[in-house]
Structures are given as C-alpha cells and as structure tokens.
C-alpha cells in the first residue's frame, strides 16, 4: 500500500519548471555568447550558433514531455528573460538599449520557436515521427530565426561577408542538428 502511495506522490511531482529554467538559461546564454566571435574561413561567427539547436531541442522535449502549453510557456518565458536580461546588462554597463538588436532577437526568437514546436506537434501527432523530418525541422527553424532576425535588423544584409557568414552559420548548425535530431528521435514520450 505504502508503495503505491509513494508512486502516486512521485508521479503527481511537476518538474516542468526544471526544463523552463534550462530554456531560460539557454536563452539568456544565447544572447551572452552573441558577443563572443570566432574567425572560420575569413568570416566572423558568434559561439552562439552552438547553443540555438539546443534551445530549439529543449522546447521540442519539454512538448513532447509535458504538453504544448507548458512548451509555450518555456518559450514566453524565456523570450521574455533574455530581453529582461538584455536591459538590465545595458544598464548595468552603462551602455546603450538598441531597440532594433533586441526586437530583432526577440521577435527572431519567438516566430522561430512557435513555429519550430508547431511543426514538431504536427509531426509527432501526424507521423511515426522519422528522423529526416524531425531533422528538417531542426534546419527549417534555423532559418526562419536567422531571416526574421535579418528582415528586422536588415542593414546587415548589404555587408559582402553577410551571406558566407549566414550559411557557414547553417552549415555548422547542420552538422550540430544531425546528432540533435537522433537523440530527439531516440526519447520516448511519457504516456
């Protein structure tokens, strides 16, 4: 008796607020790690392009452990956070709120992610979810964050390095969605 007590109270626990904290941090560590540069093939790319298909990773697992709706919230959250975080480091340092590199995060991050996680439902509901979808998926939502993010901050087009830097951005983040996809693919749903 005792122990199916102790089964209930384990499984009414609602650790969803563990895996918004993940997503926030990532988040905000997202836009931290924009700062930082590395020079590869003559183009300058920021760290940040590591963490994105985590992030997109970690709405897509809190989806398919939770539910959508506690998967919207991650992302409201978060989206919210790091722009909170924006403002305050700018303050903190003295420098100045660019409205249009913090709405272009923001609404890059946003567009992305909903749809990123709408795709990701249809596909789990619709399909026996194969790999190769869940993997364009991955690739689909990296673009739209990086054109949504180009359509809204749009002076960074008309540099000649622009274009190699974004698809040594896709190419690399190709590569970083191959194993994302697998493990994705590899993680049950919980019933």
């Known amino acids: 008796m005792t122990n199916v007590k102790k089964k209930k109270k384990e499984d009414s626990y609602d650790d969803c ?3 918004i904290l993940l997503l926030t941090t990532l988040a905000i ?3 931290s790690a924009k700062s930082y540069t590395f020079i590869f093939k003559g183009v300058s790319l920021t760290y940040s392009l590591f963490l994105l298909p985590l992030v997109f990773f970690i709405a897509n ?3 398919k452990k939770y539910d959508y709706k ?3 919230a991650a992302i409201s959250i978060s989206g919210v956070s790091f722009v909170l975080f924006t403002a305050i480091m700018s303050f903190a340092l003295g420098e100045r709120l660019i409205l249009s590199n913090v709405s272009g995060e923001f609404c890059a991050y946003v567009v992305s992610q909903f749809l990123n996680l709408t795709l990701y439902v249809f596909i789990s509901n619709n399909t026996k ?3 190769l979808l869940i993997f364009l ?4 939502s990296l673009i739209v964050f990086y054109m949504v993010y180009t359509l ?3 002076n960074i087009i008309l540099f000649d390095t622009y274009w190699l830097g974004y698809f040594t951005t896709l190419g690399i983040q190709f590569l970083i969605c191959l194993p994302i996809a697998y493990l994705d693919k590899k993680t049950t749903k919980k019933k």
């Open 129 to 131: 979810s194969p790999y």
């Open 152 to 154: 809204i901050y749009l």
């Open 70 to 72: 506690k998967a919207v």
């Open 61 to 63: 697992y809190i989806s």
């Open 137 to 140: 998926n991955y690739l689909f």
């Open 17 to 19: 607020w563990m895996y």
């Open 29 to 31: 560590l997202l836009e």
